[in-house]
């Protein structure tokens, strides 16, 4: 039979990126998970690496091409939030996520691009998020990191859209995990009368979304960014 691609999932030990994983494992794929506890689904290459150290991310992919060879297919999937309010957030608040959740994005984009200009073949898929584009009081520091993906796609698009590489956006809307569990029940109830389908998705609603744009059904599409949100963000 022959070997499924490499694919990496960034924050792939649970939530979306976990559900991400599994979904490319169903397809046969060789997949890897990164993250920091170095956890990761049955049959996946479980690789620990933290998305704000660049050293740390040159070894992870080290390891994953030894085992996998070159990743064909990466998801930048690692992210995390800290909610304040602009009074109260400091430089340090706004630094941490954008750290994470767009330098990081960067930081394994440079070292993918690297192994994909090469196999001549090559799919990146951002996670980022509704807010990047509608906005979010108190999230300043996420939606700035999310709303930066899409410039980030679009201009990865520009650049390597001639060596068979597409570059993508899925903007989930509010998701059962522990991100969304963390938030309290009023703020449950409120945001689920504001969604269309007024309910939060499974995790695999996305990971479907990002199985279908690195297949070959989604050859042509490259720089988009695709809500997968109950219709919360409607014209972004
Ligand atoms: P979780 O908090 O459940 O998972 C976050 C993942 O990112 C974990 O695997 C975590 O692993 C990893 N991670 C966080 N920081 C780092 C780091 N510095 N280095 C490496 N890995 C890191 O989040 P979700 O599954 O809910 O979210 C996944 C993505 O989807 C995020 O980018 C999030 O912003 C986005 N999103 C989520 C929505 C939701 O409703 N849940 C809605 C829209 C977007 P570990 O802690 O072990 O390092």
């Known amino acids: 039979m022959a070997q499924g691609r490499s694919v990496l999932v960034t924050g792939g030990n649970r939530g979306i990126g976990l559900a991400i994983a599994q979904a490319f494992l169903a397809e046969g794929d060789q997949v890897a998970v990164t993250s920091r506890s170095g956890d990761g689904p049955e049959g996946a290459l479980t690789v620990k690496a933290d998305v704000t150290n660049m050293e740390s991310i040159d ?3 080290e390891q994953i091409e030894q085992v996998h060879g070159p990743v064909e297919v990466l998801v930048n999937n690692a992210g995390m939030n800290n909610d304040q309010l602009l009074m109260r957030m400091s430089e340090e608040d706004f630094e941490q996520v954008l750290d994470t959740n767009l ?3 960067f930081r394994a984009l ?11 073949k090559g799919r990146v898929i951002f996670i980022s ?7 979010s009081p108190g999230q300043i520091n996420y939606a700035a990191s999310k709303a930066g993906l899409v410039g980030m796609a679009r201009s990865l698009t520009r650049e390597l859209g001639s060596r068979n590489i597409t570059a993508n956006v899925v903007a989930p809307g509010y998701i059962n995990t522990e991100m969304t569990q963390a938030l309290d029940e009023d703020l449950q109830k409120q945001y689920k009368q504001a969604i269309p389908a007024g309910r939060f998705a499974d995790p695999d609603e996305v990971a479907n979304v990002v199985r279908w744009l690195a297949s070959d059904e989604a050859s042509y599409i490259s720089g988009a960014v695709i809500p997968v949100d109950g219709g919360l963000g409607m014209g972004h």
């Open 129 to 135: 998020s509704v807010v990047g584009l509608y906005g």
């Open 103 to 105: 330098t990081g994005s």
């Open 110 to 120: 440079k070292r993918a691009t690297r192994g994909m200009i090469r196999l001549k």
């Open 59 to 61: 070894q992870a992919f």
